[in-house]
């Protein structure tokens, strides 16, 4: 009898360990990172039809998408929301020189490599990864980012890209191709990713 127990016991306790890893609250998916100014995406994205690169500039040619200027912030909020209490912030950032410390919201570990460019080149859609930022007062992570997430897209690549033209497109993505193309084993190789 105690031995079935024991048994029962451990699988319980498994069980509830990989609950807790792949849970909201250890992956923090869904969870809005407090950020210096409460930026929404669903307004400027959404609403004002503001394309990704132009806050994130560097995302089709370098490993990072990066964090906007404070210049490109007051483009627009030199002439608009100008006296905004939520943008003052903003507003001592521009007048002192000293850039705002955003948040990274989709962080991967120091011992992954990834680059933006890449992922772009090759038609991965930004809401493949980051969701619908389109619909979010305030950003969050859409995926956990753990490696079997990142390793289901490599297995089959071909379901999740698009044409360049709709990379930055704020949609659903479509459904899934039917026919893979077959990319050898070098998408797995752990070297792509672990350098």
Known sequence: ??????????????????????????????????????????????????DCRYCHGGVETSGFAGFPATETCMTCHSQIWRDAPMLEPVRQSWATGKPLRWKRVNDLPDYVYFDHSIHVQKGVACVSCHGRVDQMPLTAKAHDLHMRWCLDCHRTPDHRTQPSDQVFVMSDPPPAKQAPTAHGTRMEDCSLCHR
Request: charged fraction near 5%; proline fraction near 10%; charge should be negative.
């Open 1 to 50: 009898m105690a031995l079935p127990a024991l048994v029962l016991g451990v699988a319980a306790l498994a069980w509830a360990a990989h609950a807790a890893l792949f849970s909201p609250y250890a992956t923090v998916v869904g969870v809005p990172v407090d950020q210096p100014v409460p930026f929404s995406h669903q307004h400027h994205v959404g609403e004002l039809g503001i």
